[in-house]
């Protein structure tokens, strides 16, 4: 009852933070406040930082005949102004705004590329530049467009008349006191970061006296300090926030060194330290594993980053202070969530996947999460974050964490987790020629008085993974027949693997041009069922897992394992 209710008020307590910085914001776009976003319009840009992410000059020409596609989502103007319209999809309106867009007309390199990104900042500039209100001024927004105007600026500014040159100077120096403004009162997380990086940007690439950047400088290096873990994760545990944040400290740091100035050590020592934890979230396809709001990777996207990594050594296999553990042997690639949920303020996008994991096999994904849909519909984010869409156990059908749902918190654009475990203990039992972990938690203890134990242990060169089980009461107790003790192992599929039957009904997994894996299990039978894989870079895919049900008071462990073979007698697709 007493972590209920510690939950309820730390509930409250962010409600009404996010409540106070909306009304602050709103007073800070009012008129008692604009007065502090005019001032000095620089002369110029010194310096315009690179861009690591992606350019593809085909959307640069789709844009210049009115079709953006963007965050998953194509709109055509029919000639009007992209920022004139009302479109629905909030997505859309926030990477619209964003402007990280221009990249491709950077990269189209035409004169005619140029022209359309003049007049679209253009338009944006008459349409919002002088009203701080809706998604275009919302400060993550506003951090994204700094950085994009500053890093395209040369294909913006060319062949520009003085009187645009001013006007576009003139509102990004506004943007950025604004953003200057209101970064303290942001919510915890990326965007706070990803603020303090656009203002650093900022102090380097525009005409500033020695103080702002010494302050912009000092203050990304305390968010820093406070949001990168010591292994190089994110505190909010998820591994794409890993990748989006090193697409941008990079360059900042290359803008620092271009400018002869000294990068800050907490710059220096976070990228080094967020390179191996990205290399540690990656299967040996390049992507990332499905963890805490990670969805389909993009797979030159972080090939772009990673580019910059220059230990290029094995990955780490233990990560404690991110929570996660790594197995690695002969080609197979298992990773395990083994952490706390993150703290509540940045549990926007975490999953109940406690004790979950991922296993490939060479370039082929067998056992997976079921990810995120990055762009789809708002109402499959609770069902891809519930516990049953992940490679691990539940209890009674029930999630090792909740995620509140209340109306009275729709301020709040994700739902944070709360109720989750409170205690993960996990130890690794690596020895000679076997990799593995043993690791526990309390999610279902104050619900139904029962801790779930996995141990997970790949050998023989990666040839089998061997899995074990538990669900005891405190102690180590048996669980009591109360009917309240029905557990489900789910093992999702990808779904590009295939089920066979061998001639002893082992349930094998095959897939194209890859290895094939026997499952098989000592207590039980292993029933198939419908899945649905939300990663998928096409949308939502159909899937298969094999599950394995029971009652913990008639079995205290279950023993299951895959193991890699090349039999070829098969007689039953399933």
Not at 65 to 91: A, C, K, M, W
Not at 230 to 256: C, F, Q
Not at 281 to 289: S, V, Y
Not at 526 to 552: N, V
Request: charged content about 20%; overall charge positive; aromatic content about 8%.
């Amino acid at each position: 009852m007493a972590t209920a209710a510690g939950n309820t008020t730390r509930l409250w307590t962010l409600v009404a933070k996010e409540m106070w910085r909306k009304a602050r914001r709103r007073l800070r776009a009012g008129p008692i406040y604009r007065w502090r976003y005019s001032g000095r319009t620089p002369e110029r840009v010194l310096i315009a930082p690179p861009d690591l992410r992606l350019a593809d000059p085909q959307i640069a020409l789709e844009i210049y005949y009115g079709r953006f596609p963007l965050s998953g989502h194509l709109v055509e103007t029919g000639g009007r102004s992209p920022f004139q319209i009302d479109v629905p999809n909030r997505g859309w309106q926030k990477t619209l705004h964003g402007f990280r867009w221009l990249r491709h007309m950077r990269a189209a390199g035409t004169d005619l590329s140029a022209a359309n990104a003049r007049a679209l900042v253009s338009d944006w500039i008459a349409t919002h530049g002088g009203s701080i209100t809706g998604v275009a001024w919302e400060p993550a927004i506003t951090a994204k467009r700094i950085i994009a105007w500053l890093q395209h600026s040369p294909v913006v500014l060319q062949g520009a008349e003085f009187p645009f040159y001013r006007s576009y100077l003139k509102s990004l120096a506004m943007q950025i006191r604004y953003l200057r403004s209101v970064v303290k009162e942001m919510p915890d997380g990326k965007d706070r970061l990803r603020a303090r990086i656009a203002l650093a940007f900022a102090a380097l690439s525009l005409p500033a006296p020695a103080s702002a950047l010494r302050g912009a400088t000092r203050q990304l290096a305390e968010e820093l300090e406070r949001q990168i873990l010591p292994d190089g994760g994110h505190i909010s545990r998820n591994p794409l926030t890993v990748m989006e944040l090193l697409a941008d400290l990079l360059p900042l740091r290359h803008t620092y060194t271009n400018q002869a100035e000294t990068p800050p050590a907490a710059l220096i020592n976070a990228v080094d330290r967020m390179l191996p934890a990205l290399r540690f979230f990656r299967h040996e396809d390049g992507a990332l594993a499905r963890f805490n709001g990670m969805g389909a990777t993009i797979h030159d996207r972080i090939a772009a980053i990673l580019r910059h990594d220059d230990t290029e050594g094995a990955p780490l296999l233990h990560a404690p202070h991110s929570g996660y553990e790594r197995l690695s042997m002969g080609g197979v690639t298992v990773i395990a969530d083994t952490g706390l949920p993150p703290p509540i303020d940045v549990s926007n996008t975490a999953h109940a996947g406690c004790l979950s994991f991922e296993m490939s096999s060479g370039r082929q994904h067998f056992l997976v999460n079921c990810g995120v849909d990055t762009y789809g519909a708002a109402e499959f984010r609770p069902l891809a974050r519930a516990t049953a869409a992940h490679t691990t156990a539940t209890l009674n059908d029930t999630s090792s964490a909740r995620f509140n749902h209340s109306i009275r918190v729709n301020d709040i654009e994700s739902p944070p987790l709360i109720g989750g475990p409170q205690n993960v203990p996990c130890r690794r039992t690596d020895r000679p020629g076997i990799q593995g972990f043993i690791a526990s938690h309390d999610g279902y203890v104050a619900r139904f008085s029962l801790y779930h134990e996995r141990e997970l242990a790949l050998t023989s060169d990666g040839n089998v993974l061997v899995g074990i089980d538990r669900f005891l009461r405190a102690g180590g107790a048996a669980a009591r027949d109360n009917g309240r003790d029905l557990v489900t192992i789910r093992f999702h599929l990808h779904p590009d693997v295939e089920l066979l039957q061998d001639e002893e009904d082992r349930l094998v997994l095959t897939a194209q041009n890859a290895d094939r894996w026997v499952m098989s299990c000592e207590e039980l039978a292993p029933s198939i069922e419908e899945s649905i894989y939300f990663a998928g870079l096409g949308g939502p895919r159909r899937s298969r897992q094999i599950a394995l049900t029971f009652k913990a008071s008639e079995l205290q462990e279950v023993h299951w394992q895959f193991t890699r073979t090349h039999i070829m007698n098969y007689v039953q697709k399933t």
